[in-house]
């Protein structure tokens, strides 16, 4: 059974920082794509950074420039850096991962369950 487990959510003022982490375990054979959603309330989905390798990234707008995304392929781990954060950006951040439990197996998407990142003006 694969499992998404994110952390690093919390309370910030305007213009602080929040390191997200998201840890894949289970029975994995490889991962594709990994990326960050958030859902604010009244609000869709929506795509904030996403990566393939350290050179395949791409972003929200709005984040750009304020976030980084990162992966360690060896621990199955992606990582988003949330600096100058702003009161627009709260929401709940998931975690999202492409993953292929054996080399014959398609893709099937998993989902961490949600942090709660909440920015104070």
């Known amino acids: 059974q694969v499992q998404l487990v994110d952390s690093g959510g919390g309370l910030v003022q305007a213009g602080g920082s929040l390191r997200l982490s998201c840890a894949a375990s289970g029975r994995i054979f490889s991962i594709d794509r990994m990326a960050w959603y958030r859902q604010a309330p009244g609000k869709q989905r929506e795509l904030v950074a996403a990566?393939?390798?350290?050179?395949?990234?791409n972003y929200l707008g709005s984040v750009q420039g304020r976030f980084t995304i990162s992966r360690d392929s060896a621990k199955n781990t992606v990582y988003l850096q949330m600096n100058n954060l702003k009161p627009e950006d709260t929401a709940v951040y998931y975690c999202?991962?492409?993953?292929?439990?054996?080399?014959?197996?398609?893709?099937?998407?998993?989902w961490g369950q949600g942090t709660q990142v909440t920015v104070s003006s």
């Open positions: 990566i393939i390798s350290d050179r395949n990234t």
């Open positions: 999202h991962a492409q993953i292929r439990v054996t080399s014959s197996d398609p893709v099937v998407i998993y």
